[in-house]
């Protein structure tokens, strides 16, 4: 593959992006939570359909796979697009605006979904043109319900014969990068999200009396100081962690001095190492203060997405990819970690790859106050669609030749 066919994807998935975008309002008007996508599913099975491509099916969970046979064997490349929406209700003024209230696409997994099925398109019509496979992944359940766990446990990486994929892509929009732009880094690209409960108990009674009770709350106060001494203190500056305290409870009133208290919140780190300490720091500080002060303290943490971790090989093709097909100034060379979390971590870790995050942040929009991925006032420029279903074919295509 030249690189001026390479070049020449971007004009097709250009002439595409009226239909890319109609399709993306169909899936935004209607959107779907959690690992039960059933209208999506449906409309994906039936856009894999019209291109004469076999579409298999989740039962458990509404997940969709399909191949795409290139013109004679070789190596298998995995694509991703995650099908799911957000609990806000929508709040854009956009006259494509979500129907269904408490549900809204405020992640941008419509895009993914319109953009993976305008890929499939350009790749079918270029079978003539590679050897292997490509592989399409369309998974429910991305926003903490880890429907890609669910899909490598039900056989994902089996989809395309016997031989797993040697590599596996995935693209995420963001409003966080300027319109039309490929952002990707080796290594490290989101973090682990790991989330963290306690409860201290201690003794209650009279509020007046505290030398009678025991007291859960300057117990729990001092737990939740300590874990950002620990924070700073334990942790390698050059492999950072994030612990919020986003949630803390006790007590009914003024005068009373309750029998616990309750703290809960996340954990956010980049490497395994780091990972455990923190999960180990946690545990030994609020065990420890509460025992200092003669109460209890039971902590639970709950293990959430691995890291992201991008393959420095794949990485740098994706990067030398979008390079070729728009340009160095649409490609920023370097970029920091997200330390929001991916559940495309788990394919990475079976698999080497990389996720991308195609910038979409309409030019009208200040960077300091546009409303990222996640708020009710979202809006994506629906125009870098383009750019990433080019990225994606180019990047399949790549891949498919370097394998
Ligand atoms: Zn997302």
Redesign the pocket.
Known sequence: MTTTEIQSLLPAAEALLPETVALRRRIHRRPERGLSLPATQALVVAELERLGLTARQGHETTWVTAVIEGAGPGPTVLLRG?MDALPLSEDTGLDFSSEIDGAMHA???DTHVAMLLGAARLLVERRAAFVGRVLLMFQPG??GFHGARVMLDEGLLEAAGPDQPASAFAL?ISTEYAAATINVRPGPMMAAADFLKVEVRGRGGHASQPSAALDPITVAAEIVLALQTMVTRRVEVFDPAVVTIAHLSAGTTNNIIPESAFLEGTIRTFSESTRTLVHDGIRRLATGIAEAHGATAEVEVIPGYPVTTNDPAFSELVRATAVELLGADAVPGRIDPVMGAEDFSYVLQRVPGAMAFLGARPADEDPATAPA?HSNRVVFDEDSMAVGVATYVAVALRGLARA
């Open positions: 995650d992640c941008g997994h991305e926003e995420h991925n």
